[in-house]
């Protein structure tokens, strides 16, 4: 996020140099979505223009206008809030997903929040000249374009962007409780995807506050942790790091140097041995571990674990798993022996 003193005249330079802006939004949309559910927003004609870049969207200044005109309706956080679900085909699932993923608001999601966001995102359909958003309205909706043409205009500038499949717009709106800052119109036929704006703030609002709790409920059902102690558990689970992978990729191969050590928060995965027609042990599921091996005795990775479906797994790196499981070797050891590892 960029503080700009005259957003209307470097408009033009902004637009041309929008894929060089920062890659670390999220700590500033934290920071301020963190506070927004109990900060008025009385203050808004006094601070200077926030622009926020994201992906392929364009620099669009925010309408602050007169205290009198439109402004936006205060976001209330509503209470027992479940992330609706909108069933998808697998081409579209892929779509979000990979869009999210080199998004500049989203990519610093956790694989599972992009997913409970890809579920959220509602098909939406625009014929030629519909206005999806109109410059002034109260934000409402984020949108992600899939197929078409929309027309980014400025009142006073006229058209600024083309938006083409996989450009985001609409999120400044709602990240600062204000009127629409642009109007979006469709150029012909034009599908979207679109994110509501309770969706929107919830879960990208809720990330940090919710994955150490999760992490930590998650780790309480692992059994080889049952030794540890709550605060050690508190630990390891703010060292955690979630990573994703495909069905068939490799997590880790037979004789590379070990570095990490995993626990599987979803999906399944297999090991295997060169030389072995037969996998070398039992399938590994939700709170399972491997690579502990490796690292208990700096010896190279004795075998292939491998995603039979796409797989979430908790990542440890070896500098925390020596401070905080090194104790726990014998464990592990007896874990390994009876066939787990």
Known sequence: MATLQNPVTRLAESLHNYCNCSDAPYRVISDYLAKFAKERDDDYEDDDDDVMQEGDEPVMPMNRGRRDQVVAKKFEVPENWVAPVYEKDEASETFLKDTMAANKLMKSLTPSDRNQLMKAFKKVEFEDGVAIITQGDPGDLFYILEAGTADISISGKGSVMK???????????????????????????????????????????????????????????????????????????????????????????????????????????????????????????????????????????????????????????????????????????????????
């Open 163 to 341: 938006a083409s499949k996989g450009i985001a717009f609409g999120e400044l709106a709602l990240l600062h409780n204000a009127p629409r800052a642009a109007t979006v119109t469709a150029e012909g036929a034009v599908t979207a995807w679109s994110l509501d704006e309770i969706s929107f703030k919830m879960i990208l609002m809720g990330k940090s506050q919710t994955d150490a709790t999760d992490y930590l409920g998650f780790l309480e059902a692992v059994p080889i942790l049952t030794s540890v102690s709550e605060e050690s558990k508190k630990e390891i689970a703010s060292a955690l790091k979630e990573t994703e992978y495909k069905s068939g990729s490799n997590i880790i191969c037979e004789g590379d140097e070990g570095d990490k050590f995993y626990i599987i928060r979803d999906g399944e995965v297999k090991c295997t041995k060169v030389g072995a027609s037969e996998e070398v042990s039992k399938r590994l599921v939700r709170g399972d571990f491997f690579g502990e091996l490796a690292l208990l005795s700096d010896d190279k990775r004795a075998a292939t674990v491998t995603a039979v479906k796409d797989t979430q797994v908790l990542v440890l790196a070896k500098k925390e798993f020596d401070r905080l499981l090194g104790p726990l070797k014998d464990i592990l050891d007896a874990a390994a022996a009876a066939g787990r590892s």
